[in-house]
């Protein structure tokens, strides 16, 4: 095992410490959403700019979600001792890229390739 036991110690942390930030931004923008606007005369160009900002909203909601599941995925990989593997090539993660992005699930060089491709 490569990685120090401090060192995932410190990750956890910091993990716990963003899946509960991730949580309460979450649940604050879906107050928002389903909390009323609209209680005023509005005309159309309101409403029609109140609909732009809600799937804003849903869209961020969406990229934390997928954030929060893969910080979920990191904290169970803790639990399982398979933390800092690649999921791609299994070969372990450099602990300055978890450091950076301790929810990450590739090493940088398939992420890249990952990337690559997807564009
Ligand atoms: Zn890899």
């Known amino acids: ?5 401090a060192f995932l110690k410190k990750i956890k942390k910091a993990l716990l410490q963003k899946k509960e930030e991730l949580a309460k931004s979450i649940s604050e923008e879906v107050d928002g959403i389903q909390g009323g606007q609209g209680h005023h005369l509005a005309d159309v160009e309101d409403l029609a700019s109140e609909a ?9 909601i969406e990229m934390e979600s997928a954030e929060l599941e893969q910080i979920e995925r990191a904290l ?6 398979t933390y800092g593997i690649c999921e791609s090539c299994n070969e ?15 090493c940088i060089d398939c992420k890249r390739l990952q990337e690559k491709k997807r564009f």
């Open 1 to 5: 095992m490569p990685l120090s036991k």
């Open 52 to 60: 732009t900002d809600e799937s804003i909203v849903s869209s961020i």
């Open 76 to 81: 169970d990989a803790l639990d399982d001792d």
């Open 92 to 106: 372990p993660i450099r602990a300055a890229r978890l450091e950076a992005l301790p929810f990450a699930d590739m």
